[in-house]
C-alpha cells in the first residue's frame, strides 16, 4: 500500500508491505525496488527531492544479518528510510515512527477517548476534508466573465472583417490592425494590441475561440477576473513584440494571449508543484509541447508569437500571483523583470528594426502607396529598406524600376530592371520593361533582343506580342 503525506516532508510517501521475510537478500531486494519506484514518483510529480518512509511488517526479522540495510538509502534526490516491524521490536519500531511522524495533522488530545484509534481516524478525516476544501476553492475562486467577452469580441471583429472584404484580405487586415512591422516602426503602437482581436480565417477563429473558452474559463476560475483580464492581455502584447522582433510577416490572431494562459499555468506549476502534477499539470506541459512543435515543424505558424506570449503569461501572473495571496518581494522581482524585458524588445525593434523586416512586406507596403497614387512615398519605403541593409529580391528593384518609369527616370529605371534579371533570371515581366524603355529611347535592336527574352519565358502573353509587331514595325 502507498500513502501520500502531505504534511510531513521527512515521509512524503509511504509504503506499507506485509510480508514473511526469509534472508537478508529478500530484504535488500525489496528496499532497492522501493526506491527505485518512489524515484518514478518523484519525477512523475516533478519534485525536486523525495523522502520516503518504507515499512515493511514481519512475523519474525531475516535469519541472518540484515541490520545494515535499515540505514537510509537512495540517490541525491529520493532517499528512503525502512522500519521493519516484527514481534521481537514492535515497541521500538513504533517509537521510530512517531519520531518521524511527529508532529501529526491535526493533532488533538486524545487523552480520556474511549478510542484512540477512532478519535485518529476522525482527525485524519477532517484534515482530507479541509483540504479538499481548500483545493476546491483555488479552483473555483472566480467565474468565467472575461473569457466569454473576449470571444464575443473576436467573432464580432471577425463579422466586421468579413464585411469589410474578408478576414484573409491583406488589404483589410492592415486596415484593421494586424501586426505588421513597417507601419509599426512608423509609429503605428496600437498594433501591438488590435491584432490579438483579428484572425485570419473561419478556422483560424474557431480553433481560437475552443482554446480561449476551455482554457480560458480553467485559468478565469482560479485567478479571479482582473488578474485574468490582466494576463490575457499582457500576453498578447508581449506575444506581438517577439513576433515584431523575430518575424517580418504580417500575422494576427489570439494565440499569443493564448499562449499566455498556458504561461499562467506554468506559474501555478512552479508555485504550487504537488497540487499542479497532481491535477493537471503533465497534461498541460503536453499540450504547450505538441503545440510549440506544430508551430516549429508547419510553415506560416508565428512561433514567435506563441513563445512571446508564454513567457509574458507566465511573468503577468507572477506580478499579481494568486488571489487574496501576496510576496511582495517575488512580485516586485517580477514586475522589473517584465518591465526591462519589454523595454529592451522595444529598444531593440525600433533601434534595428529592419532585421525584423523582409522584403515581402516591403512590397506589400509598397504596393498600397502606389495604389493610393503616393508614388513618392513608395520609393522612399524601398530605397529606406535598401539603404538599411534590407536583403532585397527581384521585385524590390521592379517595384523601384516601375515608379522610375513613371517619373520619367528612365536611366535609373534600366540599372534596377537589370539588378532584378541578376536575381532572377527568368524575370520576364523585368525583360518586358526593359524593352519599353529602350523603345522610348529609340534603340530598336536592344528593344527586340530583351523582348525575345520575354517570349522566351512567357510565349502566350499577348501584350509581349503586341510590343513585338509594334518593333517589326518601326
Known sequence: MWLENRTNKKAALIRLSNQNLGWAAGLRNDIEETVWKG???????????????????????????YEQYLKPVGNQKTKAVTLLFTEQNLDQSLQQLDTILSPVPEQQDFYGEDDEAAAYERALLSHEVKRKEEENRFFNYGKPFFTYIF?????????????????????????????????????????????????????HLLMNSLALYYLGTAVEKIYGRLRFFW???????????????????????????????FG??????VAKPALFF???????????????????SIPGIDNAGHIGGLLGGFLATGIVHFPKKHRLFQQTVFFITASLAITLGLFLGFQNGYAAVDAQSVHLRAQEEIKSGNTSEAKKILTDFL???????????????FIEMGNGELVEAEKHLKKAIDKRPNFHEAYFNLALIYTE??????????????????PDDKPYEELGEKLKNQ
Open 441 to 458: 529611347q529609340k534603340q530598336i535592336d536592344k528593344a527586340q533582343n530583351a523582348l525575345a527574352k520575354a517570349l522566351k519565358y512567357a
Open 264 to 269: 499562467s499555468l506554468l506559474y501555478f506549476g
Open 151 to 203: 470571444t464575443i469580441v473576436n467573432i464580432a471583429v471577425f463579422a466586421i472583417l468579413t464585411l469589410a472584404g474578408g478576414s484573409t484580405n491583406t488589404e483589410v487586415l492592415l486596415r484593421f490592425g494586424a501586426k505588421f512591422n513597417p507601419l509599426i516602426l512608423e509609429g503605428e503602437w496600437w498594433r501591438f494590441v488590435t491584432p490579438m482581436f483579428l484572425h485570419i480565417g473561419l478556422l
Open 278 to 296: 497532481r491535477t493537471m499539470g503533465m497534461n498541460v506541459i503536453g499540450v504547450i509541447v505538441i503545440n510549440l512543435v506544430f508551430g516549429f
Open 387 to 401: 539603404e538599411k541593409g534590407g536583403k532585397p529580391v527581384a521585385e524590390t528593384y521592379f517595384y523601384l524600376a
Open 39 to 65: 524515484e518514478q514518483v518523484r519525477k512523475k510529480r516533478g519534485a525536486r527531492k523525495l523522502s520516503l518512509l518504507n515499512i515493511v511488517v514481519s512475523p519474525h526479522a531475516p535469519i541472518d544479518e
Open 231 to 261: 494576463i490575457y492581455l499582457f500576453s498578447g502584447f508581449t506575444g506581438t513584440l517577439l513576433s515584431f522582433l523575430l518575424t517580418p510577416h504580417l500575422s494576427a490572431g489570439a494565440s499569443g494571449a493564448i499562449f499566455g494562459l
